[in-house]
């Protein structure tokens, strides 16, 4: 049974550029929650989305926005991209809204130059 | 948003066990306690969770103070796969979602 899923590993973008992770959940789950973490500090939500739809949304710029599809995998964009966007971006699935044990994968490191 | 307090690091001595503590002051009634630990180059990986009662399962156990404003993760027996950084979580209720606020964590060191 294939875990959490995402695409790229690594991904090299420069400032003002427009950026896509994806994301595919574990075999079951049909929510998909996004995190952005920074070097040294814990998983900051960015957002959650649940039957296609965004349900929550952390203190994130509408620069972020996402998608989800019918088979349950999700989108992550970031537009306008700054320096302070360079994060592993981690991709969360969970079975419901309820969040009792999310399934995180390995994450996208994104380098802004 | 409800937050956790945690040591900065730990050290623990292989096959010893180890106690990460975790104070919130401001719990409210119908946060749960979720513990998650970060191995070096993965993704979180969640370790339990628990509401009002100690719980436990097959890779540790949760004790929760009674007035449910600390609580404690406990590894029985401390190897050296369990080097991570610890998160202890409130689950919050937000709106439809329940969304999962991390903080810093504690850095364990298993020294052998």
């Known amino acids: 049974d294939a875990g959490v899923t995402q695409s790229p590993t690594h991904l090299i973008k420069t400032r003002g550029q427009q950026v896509t992770l994806r994301c595919s959940p574990k075999?079951?789950?049909?929510?998909v929650s996004w995190y952005q973490q920074a070097l040294g500090q814990g998983p900051q939500f960015i957002f959650q989305?649940?039957?296609?739809?965004?349900?929550q949304r952390g203190n994130f710029p509408d620069r972020f926005s996402g998608h989800q599809f019918p088979n349950y995998s999700s989108e992550l964009n970031v537009n306008a991209l700054l320096l302070g966007d360079s994060a592993l971006y981690l991709c969360?699935?969970?079975?419901?809204?309820?969040?009792?044990?999310?399934?995180f994968g390995p994450g996208t490191r994104l380098t802004v130059l | 948003d409800a937050k956790t307090t945690q040591p900065n690091s730990m050290e623990s001595n292989e096959e010893e066990p180890v106690h990460l503590p975790c104070n919130h002051s401001?719990?409210?009634?119908?946060?749960?306690i979720h513990w998650y630990r970060q191995l070096p180059s993965q993704g979180p990986e969640y370790v339990i969770h628990?509401?009002?009662s100690n719980v436990n399962n097959r890779m540790a156990s949760l004790a929760i103070a009674e007035d449910r404003k600390s609580s404690t993760l406990i590894l029985h027996r401390a190897t050296l796969r369990d080097a991570a950084v610890y998160y202890c979580?409130?689950?919050?209720?937000?709106?439809?979602?329940?969304?999962?606020?991390f903080g810093s964590g504690t850095q364990l060191t298993v020294l052998p």
């Open positions: 401001t719990i409210s009634g119908t946060d749960y």
């Open positions: 979580i409130l689950r919050v209720l937000a709106g439809s979602a329940r969304q999962l606020t």
């Open positions: 075999s079951g789950h049909d929510t």
């Open positions: 628990g509401l009002t």
């Open positions: 969360a699935s969970s079975l419901g809204l309820a969040v009792n044990e999310q399934f």
């Open positions: 989305y649940y039957e296609e739809e965004e349900r």
